[in-house]
């Protein structure tokens, strides 16, 4: 079955930079574009990025840009989000996504709680 294992979440400074990555099995990945989403406590889930198979393409949040970037190993299975110039207002659990377009299955992993805080 489709499993997302995401890890690299932790407690950070404010500008201080995180690596997530997202280990992915049960499909095969390079057929899959693949997203991140992230929700903070008391706010509903929200978009942050997303690749597609290749890698050549992204797709950033506004408040995202410039400071994120999303990417992927298809030799790894894994996507990773690079996180620079982190702020407070960037806490949230970070969920790593992809979905079947043809079936409109969702694939969430479990999350990964990423802290901005002095």
């Known amino acids: 079955q489709v499993q997302l294992v995401e890890s690299g979440g932790g407690l950070v400074q404010p500008g201080g930079s995180l690596r997530l990555s997202c280990a992915a099995s049960?499909?095969?990945?390079?057929?899959?574009?693949m997203s991140w989403y992230r929700q903070a406590p008391g706010k509903e889930r929200e978009f942050v990025a997303l690749i597609t198979t290749s890698g050549r393409s992204t797709t950033y949040a506004d408040s995202m840009k410039g400071r994120f970037t999303i990417s992927r190993d298809n030799a790894k299975n894994t996507v990773y989000l690079q996180m620079n110039s982190l702020k407070p207002e960037d806490t949230a659990v970070y969920y790593c996504?992809?979905?079947?377009?043809?079936?409109?299955?969702?694939?969430w992993g479990q999350g990964t709680q990423v802290t901005v805080s002095s």
């Open positions: 996504h992809t979905a079947d377009y043809v079936t409109g299955d969702d694939f």
């Open positions: 049960g499909f095969t990945f390079s057929r899959y574009a």
